[in-house]
């Protein structure tokens, strides 16, 4: 990846909405080469997508949590079977799975904290592939946009 690039990885990281013709001004070059340089990021899985934050609170979330979670069995199949189970819950906002003492490092958004406990319990500790969980709340989330530009 050239510098050019780099910058309009940057730069469209900080404002997905940016036009091609505001994107290639400031990256100096002209709307139709930054048009191309774009949509060959795109072809190389480089960029993936863009996407828009929503404010939490105005659609009623007024709790996040991260709730970590510990499987009894660690195999492919029950691993792959749980994942798709967590994607699929309504409250889950982003997962990890994750090495050391938890399995998933699961991110919750919910009304408060009644639903949180509902959510776990009805949700997580019922599923027999759990063996323990964890939750710690979010007090505060900032999200960072821009990944690092690692040297070589």
């Known amino acids: ?48 997508g863009s996407h828009i934050e929503v404010e939490p609170a105005a659609l009623g979330i007024t709790l996040q949590a991260f709730v970590s979670i510990r499987l009894r069995k660690h195999s492919k199949e029950e691993i792959l079977g749980f994942h798709d189970y967590l994607l699929g819950l309504a409250e889950v906002t982003a997962l990890w799975h994750v090495s050391g003492a938890h399995d998933y490092l699961v991110q919750v958004a919910v009304r408060d904290s009644d639903h949180l406990r509902d959510m776990a319990l009805d949700s997580l500790t019922s599923r027999p592939e759990v063996d323990h969980l964890e939750t710690s709340l979010i007090f505060e989330h900032q999200r960072k946009p821009v990944l690092p530009g690692l040297p070589d």
């Not at 290639?24 to 930054?34: I, T």
């Open 1 to 48: 990846m050239d510098r050019i690039e780099s910058c309009i990885l940057t730069e469209l990281q900080n404002n997905a909405r940016l036009s091609n013709k505001e994107l290639a001004a400031r990256v100096g070059l002209s709307p139709s080469s930054c048009l191309e340089r774009v949509r060959r990021l795109t072809e190389r899985g480089v960029i993936r």
